[in-house]
């Protein structure tokens, strides 16, 4: 039984983690374009040599 | 290459923006090319030329429609730069003109590969823009004309968060923080489920319901606030909302729970956390329209005219530049044609042709030569002016009309929607019979902590989590659809008044009219040939709304010189060679046009002139050669619009600052009895909306400033596409083309979402209701509630879709 409390100790102290890292994420812009990632995906093939010389 | 600018037989789509080509085209002989514009032919050349032709593959869901000529000057923008490490400058700026996913790929590429230009970031949600760039390689106005060279148009844009982003954010992290804590909580509870049918350890079962406990605390009390906080308010006003019933619900639920902790007996706490998280996602989705909906309406706003020239005093060649708020009474400043005055004043210098349209709704300009008065927000037509500032600032008549929008919107009452009407009736119902079976319980010989335990498993059962989804899902999959069809709401309240509604108000210049002028009847003298051509060439170039209606009778152009408009007289040019003098039978005169050699012409242009019309002759080398009659053309489809409404048994009529001979023509003209009001000023429009038997159910339609008073008194009220910044503000849907019949087509969908959003909620309290009987019994177990609440949340989610499929 002792190790089902160790478990559920690991999973609370995980999920805190987890948690933080949403707030964090949060703090740095993360989640103010929901929508733009699905459409970068498909953007960065870089068929034309020219178009990013500059970065 | 040959280039034909002429009519095309066949129908065609613009290569760059594959609108239908009209009447007008820019074709491209040889490389089988055809654009509806100059200005679409540039773009696609642009595009083509830096190797981003693939932006042609890459775009899907296009909304055809020619490109947006936009002219932004770097001084609008001075606000929205700011430095950053690097020696680098970031310019913040919202685009508009943006159609799809591929636009946002073109500008970010196009732009970063401007030599200096260092980064170039877009959302997607909102079309902000950020450019970082190295002002000693490339300056401010070249990154903005690189944008409005492919089509788009910036729009200035500070940092500023606006009232819809931070509500978003702040129900963004509420839901967050609810939903983590709920699917940890989840985890105990179905422990728990599987402890009471298999059996389980009573030490675990108080360990997990204390780690429980732990768990719901954050989330009622961090993520439910802002229901605790509104329900507190409304219970001041002595009212029961949608927050009263969360409350109840989920706080009674941790209550119970955080007792039965002590008493052994069994915990909500998973139905008490899972309340506020399924509401909160309610309100996120809606915050979430909201912000999208905030952010349309504000990229249809123009630039304002921030900056005006002021003459120095004692000086008539200085002028300084300076913002308008700046400017003083007393102060001359000047206003150049095509721009609006930024402040009511008298003429001192000069005369010209003053649009009051959107003040008076008469769409003829008005001449104003010195000595006259002239309002902020009208705009100059013809001429230089220049203008002693009589009323700046919050004094013009301009920001009074403003400020009556205000009182306005705040004396407007809130209307309960439906969800809050529902809830009105079923808390008093809900308390009463928990009331109930405390007492019975009581009576019948349970002890007091018992009966009392019982009474709150009402309580519990009663609140539905599917009703925090009922009224959301339904706004936000409508409101889709919606702006979809080109018509964007506000607010969901909007959705809900304009699906009630039965009494509609038009505005006539620039709603129920085109709000220009139009060629109805033109004598052209048989002499000239060419006559018509070389006429619509010279009046191209005038920008009189009466010479502009000459000009689009004619496709195709000759280059004119020498090019002269005259304020209030006419205008005149050599084209091919030939002299052209157009405008009024008085003009002629002076120019010494012989206007009796052609009786025919000038009978009837006298016949039109008393018929109301407005009359324009025409001369070419000093011989007359045409007359031409036009009034403000009907909207097309509006006719249509009016009678679908009237089918639909509501109420319509007209309302116009224009005379009732104007009015009457134009109704005359499309075909329609209705009621008109004429010659009322904006303060009357809204005495008249307010005085109708039920004003919460008119819906006001309009696009002028004097509409804006009457836009905000009605229940809804309706701007139109070119619309000025006044209406579009004070408007709570707003067209994004000036079709009228949007207005029918979103009054079904709104009609049909109404009767959705009703379904929901009865639903949603039906399996609740069959629940309380069994908490009544004292037989309820979590279990229970939760299932009732998965099944109800489903049922509400799947019947919101079908809004998609009308």
Known sequence: MGSLFFLIIISLVAGLAVFCFFLYAGKNKQFDDIEGPKYRMLDDDDDDDNVRENR | MTITYG???????????????????????????????????????????????????????????????????????????????????????????????????????????????????????SHKARIQFDPGLISLGDVLKKITRLGYCPLPYGDEETVQDRERKDYFYRFGTAAFFTMQLMIYSAALYAGYFQGMDESFRRLFRVISWFLATPVIFYAGMPFFKNSLKALKNRNFTMDTLVVIGSGSAYLYSVAAIFTGAETYFDTSAMIITLILLGRFIEAGARQKSGNAVRKLMSLR?????????????????????????????????????????????????????????????????????????TKCLTGVITVRASAVGSETFLSKIAASVEEAQESKAPIQDVADRFVGRFVPFVLCVAACTFAAWLIAGDGFSESLMKAVSVLVIACPCAMGLATPLAVITASSRLSHEGIVFKNGEAIERFASADDFYFDKTGTLTEGRMTVEKMIISQKSKEALKLIASAARKSKHPASKAVSFLEDAYYEARDFADIPAKGAEARVNGESVVIGSFRFMEEKGVNMSSQPD??????????????????????????????????????????????????????????????????????????????????????????????????????DGINDAIALTAAGVGISMREGTDISIESASAVMLRSDLNLIVKAYEICRKSLRIIKENLFWAFSYNLIAIPLAVAGLIHPVMSAAFMSVSSLFVVLNSLRIKRF
């Open chain 2, 601 to 702: 012409i000038t009978e009837n242009g006298e016949q039109w002139k008393q018929g109301g019309m407005t009359v324009v002759y025409s001369a070419v080398n000093g011989e007359l050669a045409g007359v031409f009659g036009m009034t403000d053309a009907a909207r097309q489809g509006a006719a249509d619009a009016v009678k679908a409404l009237m089918e639909k048994g509501c109420g319509v009529s007209v309302l116009t600052g224009d005379s009732l001979n104007a009015a009457a023509r134009v109704l005359e003209n499309i075909g329609l009895k209705i009621p008109v009001y004429a010659g009322i000023s904006p303060f009357e429009k809204s005495e008249i909306i307010k005085s109708s038997p039920n004003p919460a159910k008119t819906v006001m339609t309009g």
């Open chain 2, 7 to 125: 009519k095309t037989d066949e129908k065609r789509r613009c290569a760059h923006c594959e609108s239908e080509i009209g009447a007008s085209c820019v074709d491209e002989g040889d490389s089988g090319l055809c654009f509806c514009c100059e200005g679409c032919r540039s773009v696609y050349h642009l595009i083509k030329g830096e190797g981003f032709s693939s932006f042609y593959d890459k775009r899907a869901d296009w909304q055809a429609g020619p490109v947006e000529k936009a002219d932004a000057s770097p001084e609008y923008f001075e606000t929205c730069i700011k430095d950053v490490p690097g020696g680098l400058i970031e310019l913040t700026v919202v685009i508009s003109g943006i159609r799809c996913a591929a636009c946002i790929w073109l500008i970010e590429n196009s732009v970063s590969k401007e030599k200096g230009v260092k980064n170039v970031r877009m959302n997607y949600a």
């Open chain 2, 305 to 377: 005219p921030s900056r005006v020239k002021v003459l120095l005093p004692g000086n008539d060649e200085d002028y300084v530049v300076i913002p308008v708020s700046q400017l003083k009474e007393g102060d001359l400043f000047e206003v150049e044609s095509g721009f609006p005055a930024a402040a009511d004043g008298i003429i001192e210098k000069g005369a010209a042709d003053m649009n009051e349209s959107m003040l008076t709704g008469e769409p003829e300009p008005v001449h104003k030569e010195k000595g006259a008065e002239i309002f902020a927000g």
